[in-house]
């Protein structure tokens, strides 16, 4: 009996999941289709010239640092500042060098006392001399007494000057006119030798450092034109190559080449990616798939596109993209020639939503 009722039950169990399974499935088959637009997937083949990555930076910059250990008594800019060549940015605790310069003041001035009665010695006993009231011996040991007591304070005229000279690392002053685009300390914190406190940099003039592989860098000549594809606004900037490396002992086989910016009213700002078009013909060509940004579809981390599976619905295949040129993106993998993509839609598409394409 006990067997017949646990049977009943699963049958029950089965049968309404089974009709829920049913009406689910009826209601999304009466939904309407979604209007989409589609392209095929083609691969360019185009990109006969060399385009790398790139990075832009000012061409006047400068992380400033101190030579000495002390706490920070004051920051005298903020980030964005404009300051002028010689200012005073930051200044550091120097009361220990203060009281090395107090002793250097009074090395000299006991040394140059010494040094005023050696000399009046040496001018006697060279005038004794002369008369022959005063020997050869005495003569020589006041001179070597005046020597010893000018060398004395010529020490500590020099121990003065290192002092003096250290004063200028506990005062960090603009090497030249700018503006401030890094403060890395405040007020109260301990300033280490050669760990950068301040960053200044001087605006208007950009240049870009772009990495180049080893197999198109024999191409690259100083002087050439290129263009300069600024990412974040999509904007095209005219260059020319200034520098072009010629080892890639530190740099994992890519070859550093500075390109100085023409002057532009764009609005760019350092540490914006650019992509570097060459006048270079690539010596490896290869097949590229590129497709419209507005097609991609993000989710976090993860990029995507919807394609049109064999039962006209959406399909979200996830992408693994490359670089950006202009409106369109490389596709790396997860695309092949042979298929197509959705480029938009009149409706919100998910996975499995039935398509009509246009």
Known sequence: MKYIYKILIVSVALFLVSCGSEDK?????????????????????????????????????????????????????????????????????????????????????????????????????????????ASQKELDDITANFEMAKARLEAANQMKNEVNAQFAYSNITAPFSGTITSKKVDEGDMANPGVPLISIETPGKFEVMAMVPETEISEIKAGTSVDVLVKSINKTIKGKVAEVSTSAKNTGGQYLVKIDLEKTDTQILSGMFTTVQFPVERQSKSSMILIPSDAIVANGQLSGVYTVSQSNTALLRWLRLGRTFGDQVEVLSGLKADESYIVSAEGKLYNGAKISIQ
Do not use: C, W
Request: positive net charge.
């Open 25 to 133: 499935k009826t209601t999304t088959d009466n939904l309407p289709a979604i209007a989409v637009k589609v392209n095929p997937v083609e691969a360019n083949q185009n990109n006969a010239y060399l385009s790398v990555s790139g990075k832009i930076q000012a061409s006047n910059s400068a992380d400033l640092s101190t030579r000495m250990m002390g706490y920070v008594n004051k920051v005298h800019v903020n980030v964005g500042d404009k300051v002028r060549r010689g200012q005073l940015l930051v200044s550091i605790n120097n009361s220990d060098l203060q009281a090395k310069r107090a002793q250097a003041n009074a090395g000299i001035t006991e040394a140059t006392a010494a040094f005023n009665n050696a000399q009046k010695d040496y001018n006697r006993f060279k005038n004794l001399f002369a008369d022959n009231s």
